[in-house]
């Protein structure tokens, strides 16, 4: 805070005599986290879990639960990981404090997971007691083609339901403790990504409910959390009113959405898409500057459709559209409650909000 400068401050805190949209930050660390409540987040709006599961001292395990071939097996690998996750929760709701922290439960593309080198290979065959070929020809099955329309998000919560249940007993946990310890209000927002369905959020709606609750009662303490979707697969826009019976909040995934809306592959910088988006054709990169009259149609349909089934839903975005002032601009504009952008945005975020309220409004 000290380095930032008197003139910035002031001009921060005019801004936030304005808008009317929370600033919430994209952080899954606590360096992070820090960097982003110094330039002023409210509220962590989007914990990517999956970055925690890449870190050296627990890849291995990682692959383990992915390619076990029993749940049991898998179960072993993922209370190698609890731990590690509790530690990794303990220490965003210790800089959170009673802010909204939003934790997104895994959204892999699982094929980043799957062992590559053959002495990963063996030495993965031997912990799971299985041959090398048995291990080649899972790993095979795993293997996608088209790996980010494939087994991810909420759909491996539906097909391994150990993963998300070790994360919410890791975050639930994680809160309890750290409410206990330092006495915070924490506020734990559980997000479940990809959902394309009704049924798919109730089913892990139900399953994270159940062992939310079991723990809380066990701790004789009171915990305040919510269970909600992130809003990133056309299907539920247009669905978000059934969508919405099962969901505390709605986070809009516009990477994701604006991806499958287009049918543009986001992964592909560098290559045909990239540059065909360059073209003059495209005024703007829709990955950059969010299309209001397309993938913002959406949107607006989203946030209608959510709040006629729940009047005061609350609904953010967490896509990179949220820390760009155009974007924002039209976040505002529909009345969402929050946009969540990366920690070195959050300034720009607040300036642009409170342009927005005074254009607008
Ligand atoms: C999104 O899809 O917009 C999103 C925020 O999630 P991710 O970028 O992690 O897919
Ligand atoms: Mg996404």
């Known amino acids: 805070?000290?380095?930032?400068?008197?003139?910035?401050?002031?001009?921060?805190?005019?801004?936030?005599?304005?808008?009317?949209?929370?600033?919430?930050?994209?952080?899954?660390?606590?360096?992070?986290?820090?960097?982003?409540?110094?330039?002023?987040?409210?509220?962590?709006?989007?914990?990517?879990?999956?970055?925690?599961?890449?870190?050296?001292?627990?890849?291995n395990s990682v692959r383990e639960m992915i390619v076990a071939n029993t749940s049991k097996k898998r179960k072993k690998a993922l209370d190698k990981l609890f731990p590690y996750q509790k530690d990794d929760f303990k220490e965003l709701f210790k800089v959170m404090e009673a802010k909204d922290l939003t934790i997104r439960l895994l959204d892999p593309p699982l094929h980043e997971f799957l062992p590559q080198e053959e002495s990963e290979i063996k030495s993965l065959a031997d912990e799971l007691s299985i041959s090398i070929q048995e291990l080649k020809t899972i790993t095979e099955e795993l293997a996608e083609v088209n790996p980010m329309l494939g087994h991810r998000g909420c759909r491996l919560g539906i097909s391994y339901p150990e993963i998300y249940k070790m994360q919410v007993k890791a975050i639930i946990s994680a809160a309890l403790e750290v409410k206990a310890e330092k006495g915070y209000d924490v506020k734990a927002d559980i997000m479940i990504p990809l959902i394309g369905t009704e049924k798919e959020l109730a089913i892990l709606r139900e399953q994270t409910l159940e062992l939310a609750e079991e723990l809380i009662a066990k701790s004789d303490a009171e915990l305040n959390y919510s269970i909600g979707t992130m809003i990133e697969i056309p299907r539920a826009a247009l669905l978000a009113d059934e969508i919405a019976k099962h969901a505390d909040f709605f986070s809009f995934g516009t990477n994701d959405l604006t991806q499958m809306t287009y049918g543009f592959s986001r992964d592909d910088s560098g290559r045909f898409i990239n540059h065909y988006l360059e073209q003059e054709i495209f005024k703007k990169d829709p990955f950059t500057v969010l299309d209001q009259s397309g993938v913002g149609k959406l949107l607006k349909m989203g946030v209608e459709l959510g709040r006629k089934t729940k009047e005061d839903l609350k609904i953010g975005i967490c896509g990179e559209h949220g820390g760009e002032p155009a974007s924002i601009d039209f976040c505002h504009k529909i009345a969402l409650d929050y946009v969540s952008c990366s920690p070195y945005r959050v300034p720009i975020a607040r300036l642009a909000a409170a342009q927005s309220a005074i254009k607008n409004d």
Not at 6 to 19: A, C, E, G, P, T
Not at 32 to 49: Q, S
């Open 1 to 59: 805070d000290a380095h930032l400068s008197d003139n910035f401050k002031k001009l921060m805190q005019w801004s936030d005599q304005y808008r009317k949209l929370k600033i919430y930050t994209n952080a899954d660390n606590q360096k992070d986290a820090v960097i982003a409540l110094n330039f002023g987040a409210e509220g962590i709006g989007l914990c990517r879990t999956e970055h925690m599961f890449f870190d050296s001292s627990r890849i």
